[in-house]
Each structure stands twice: as C-alpha cells, then as structure tokens.
C-alpha cells in the first residue's frame, strides 16, 4: 500500500514563494502527480515526476527524491487565483500499465493580499 | 477537445434511495476511474475499467455500489442504497491509457447528499 502525508494548511502573501512537501512510502513507484484544485471544482494536472529531480513549468515547480521518498511543489510569484488545495498522488508499481493513483488528503493555501 | 463530461452535477437523496451517476470520458480515452473524494480528504479510487473490463475494484464497496461500462464508453455509477456516509463527490476522470499516459483528466465531479 501507499501512505501519503502532506500539510494541511500553508498561508502566504500575493508575490511570495511557497513550498508543499510530500512524503509516501509505496512497495512500488511509477510516478508522482501534483493536482491543483479550487473548492468546488475536479483536480486538474499540474506536475508529473519519475525520476530524480527538478521539474519546472514557468512559476511551478517540482522536485523528486525517490531513494528519500519526498517531493514538493514550488509555488513562485503567487497570486490570489493560487488559493486553493494542493494535492500529491503517488502511481504504484502494478503489474499492468495504468497503475492506480493513490492521492494525499491535499495542502490548502491560502493566499492574502 | 471536449472534457470529461458527468451528470448530474448535484444530487440530494434519503438514505436507502438509489442513484445513479453519468461520465462521458474523454474521446478515444481508454481507461476510465470513477473516484469517491470526501470533504477534506483526497480522492479515493472506487473502480477503473479498461475499455469494457474491470482492472481494480478493490474498494468499491460491492454490497451497495455498481459500475458498468458496456460499450468501453460511457461508464454510469449506482448506488443502492445509500447511506449517510456516501455523501461526497463522485469525480470521474479518464487517461489514454498505456505506459505513456503521465495524467488523469478528470471531470466536475457529482455532488451527492444523502440525508
């Protein structure tokens, strides 16, 4: 099984820098997904890790250390609209090739003026 | 291109009423995940078919809860009958399948209350 933890709240100013790290144990690992998601609304794809490293997409980013287990998503030059939940998913190892996506419970930022 | 379609958007039921929910996937997608995503918690796979087959219905609770694919398209969702703790959303999402799909496009979801 799969055990994800994320914070469930962070709280930053309009401009800042944020970070939200993500911790999973797996017996398996094929992936790590970041969702954004506003209240209301569906998950939507932001960030998509499988090997080591840094992935960046103009003011997200997103790190992987699969020997620690950890990830985190960089959220640079915030604006209001980025209030919203952050969501780390983990892809095990199955046999066939859609393996199943475990979610976190979400990060909550909340961003003030 | 269109996106993950469901109907309906919301729903409110009594306990031990059935429901039913819609999900049009995707063109061409072939895998197709129904979630169950609790307030505050994460989304939480219910089923996911490969065109017509089922490859994980691990938690799904059988007893009360069904999900069907016939034609490898659209996918509808049941439950009979429901219960208190079923409220939630039911979020659909589908993915090309295969190694290279890296994402799940999901839909608006259903919102269901059960009281």
């Known amino acids: 099984g799969q055990n994800i933890d994320q914070p469930t709240e962070m709280t930053a100013t309009e401009g800042a820098i944020v970070q939200i790290n993500c911790t999973y144990q797996?017996?398996?690992?094929?992936?790590l997904f970041w969702y954004q998601q506003h209240a209301g609304e569906a998950p939507t794809f932001l960030s998509y890790?499988?090997?080591?490293g840094l992935e960046e997409k103009g003011r997200f980013s997103s790190f992987l250390s699969r020997s620690k287990g950890y990830s985190y998503l960089l959220l640079k030059e915030l604006q209001l609209k980025d209030s919203a939940s952050y969501v780390c998913?983990?892809?095990?190892?199955?046999?066939?090739?859609?393996?199943?996506?475990?979610f976190g419970a979400g990060t909550q930022v909340v961003v003030t003026p | 291109e269109a996106g993950v379609a469901q109907s309906p958007r919301y729903k409110i039921i009594e306990k031990r009423q059935s429901v039913a929910f819609w999900c049009n996937p995707i063109?061409?997608?072939?895998?197709l995940y129904w979630y169950q995503q609790i307030l505050g918690q994460g989304p939480k796979l219910l089923i996911q078919?490969?065109?017509?087959?089922?490859?994980?219905d691990s938690q799904l609770p059988k007893d009360r809860f069904s999900a069907e694919r016939l034609k490898g398209v659209d996918s509808t969702l049941k439950i009979q009958p429901a219960k208190l703790e079923d409220s939630a959303v039911y979020l659909c999402?589908?993915?090309?399948?295969?190694?290279?799909?890296?994402?799940?496009?999901f839909g608006p979801g259903t919102r269901l209350l059960v009281l």
């Open positions: 078919f490969q065109n017509n087959g089922v490859v994980d």
């Open positions: 890790n499988v090997l080591d």
């Open positions: 797996t017996s398996g690992f094929n992936g």
């Open positions: 063109s061409g997608h072939a895998t």
């Open positions: 999402a589908s993915s090309p399948g295969g190694g290279a799909a890296k994402t799940q496009y």
């Open positions: 998913a983990v892809r095990g190892l199955t046999t066939d090739s859609w393996g199943k996506l475990q």
